[in-house]
């Protein structure tokens, strides 16, 4: 498929999202300095417990893009469960959870190429089968600080994270998300798109710059520089 620059260049660039080379679109995504935000929502803008719902083949290629530019991601328990993640080949993951015990997922019981970190206050009972797993103790019950104490101890300076409405609503609120790449599906027109994603942002009180929007037929990939509003 035909993958079309419309903002602020024109490029145009053929992708096979099962078999191109992400060094294809890697341009698109250059690893920035700080925590990116990724997210998918449908045609309606209604949030979903899995992704899965509202991604598509090309999403998840720029997902992997995405992943390949960033040195750690972070997601929650609820989020791994619900979506039965996987490690990724690209990038050490952090799993954040209260409940370490109950992460019976792909990520945790098979074996990978990347570290994977189960990030809790409480101690895993018994090891997990994955040998590249291993616990990384957080002191705190507030995602935003358990993700600066990750983000310190991984050394990570570019995080993508990959997480519900409810940690990203948290984080932005404490100015630690810079960017926000968000796909939207199932649009017809540019105009029901954009309006989607301004929706998505006033929704979740993110005040933020549009500086990317790709396409290829009824998908449309923003990326926004958020504003901080703390400082």
């Known amino acids: ?22 060094q294809v679109a890697s341009h698109w995504y ?5 925590i990116r935000f990724n997210y998918v929502i449908n045609a309606t803008g209604t949030p979903t417990e899995n992704s899965d719902v509202d ?5 998840r290629y720029f997902l992997r893009v995405i ?8 997601t929650t328990g609820k989020t791994a469960r619900s979506e039965e993640l996987r490690a990724s080949k690209l990038a050490p993951m ?15 019981e098979q074996n990978s190429d990347q570290p994977v970190y189960v990030c809790s206050k409480v101690i895993p009972e018994h090891p997990f089968t994955n040998s590249e797993v291993s616990w990384l103790e957080t002191a705190s019950d507030d995602i935003a600080n358990i993700v600066r104490e990750v983000i310190a101890r991984t050394d990570s300076s570019n995080t993508v994270i990959e997480t ?30 954009t309006k989607a994603s301004e929706d998505f942002l006033k929704a979740n009180n993110v005040i933020a710059e549009q500086i990317q929007l790709l396409n290829a ?3 449309w990939l923003f990326r926004f520089r958020v504003w901080q509003q703390n400082l």
């Open 164 to 193: 519900g409405l409810l940690a990203f609503a948290a984080l932005a609120s404490e100015d630690l998300v810079n960017e926000v790449c968000l796909t939207v599906t199932n649009k017809e027109s540019k105009e029901s798109a």
């Open 94 to 108: 952090a799993i954040i959870t209260s409940k370490p015990n109950s992460l019976q997922i792909p990520a945790t």
């Open 1 to 22: 498929m035909i993958v079309k620059e419309l903002f602020p260049g024109s490029a145009e660039v053929q992708i096979d999202p099962r078999t191109s080379s992400l």
């Open 30 to 34: 250059p690893s920035i300095p700080g």
């Open 217 to 219: 037929g009824t998908t």
């Open 67 to 74: 992943r390949a530019s960033s040195d750690l991601i972070i």
């Open 55 to 59: 991604s598509n083949e090309l999403d």
